[in-house]
């Protein structure tokens, strides 16, 4: 079982749809939750840094961790063209090294 | 506000040539890393570094050899390239503010190399 799973998509909405991306992980010792935006061509970017359980909003976007089930998820309200891009969860614990899933790949249609 | 910076941003390279990449950051990071990044297989670890001077093995480190002589710079040497190396290779560089690996990491845009 890889330690963190994500759906490669690609993921097609009409622009201003709210767009969720989310990830699983199989490791109950990550506490530091991330998530990279990636343009083509350029390198990620974070986009959001949680620690532990619960919500952390930023604008349209809003990061949900779930420990219990072992899920986490970005949320993007009223999505736009320019939000297309790979987004790849992140996450570790304290003490070794981040552990990055694969990106999925989102077009927003206009 | 430069960021981490790395240099080339594409090469083309001859089975068994040699070649460094090299990756500089002003932000005062302790942690600095290279990364492969592949089709289908995400972000892999190359090798890392904790600190000036140190250098450690990451997920793939097998035909790669680093260096990190001064705190800003990390380099990534190649001394005979095979085509499995063609890929895009990513430095990124973090702050040990609170210890440990939970800081997160800043990306380089990344160079593209192609082995012929």
């Not at chain 1, 620690?51 to 961790?65: H, I, L, M, P, W």
């Not at chain 2, 035909?63 to 499995?84: D, I």
Request: glycine share 8%; proline share 5%; hydrophobic share 30%.
């Amino acid at each position: 079982q890889k330690e963190v799973e994500q759906d490669p998509g690609p993921l097609s909405v009409p622009e201003g749809a709210i767009v969720s991306l989310n990830c699983t992980y199989s490791n109950s010792a990550f506490q530091y939750f991330m998530w990279y935006r990636q343009y083509s061509r350029k390198g990620p970017e974070l986009l959001m840094y949680t620690y532990s359980s619960g919500n952390k909003e930023d604008g349209r976007f809003t990061a949900q961790v779930d420990k219990s089930s072992k899920y986490i998820s970005l949320f993007i309200r009223d999505s736009q063209p320019s939000d297309s891009a790979t987004y790849l969860c992140a996450m570790s614990d304290r003490d070794d090294k981040i552990i990055f899933g694969k990106g999925t790949r989102l077009h927003i249609l206009p | 506000n430069a960021g981490v910076t790395q240099t080339p941003k594409f090469r083309v390279l001859k089975t068994g040539q040699s070649m460094t990449l090299l990756c500089a950051q002003d932000m005062n990071h302790e942690y600095m890393y290279w990364y492969r990044q592949d089709p289908g297989m995400g972000l892999r670890l190359i090798h890392y570094s904790v600190g000036e001077g140190t250098t450690a093995k990451g997920e793939v480190p097998d035909g790669y050899n680093v260096s990190r002589l001064k705190k800003q710079n990390f380099l990534l040497g190649l001394e005979s390239a095979a085509p499995s190396q063609t890929s895009v290779y990513f430095c990124a560089s973090s702050n040990i503010a609170t210890g440990g690996w939970n800081q997160p990491q800043h990306f380089g845009d990344g160079t593209r190399l192609s082995i012929l």
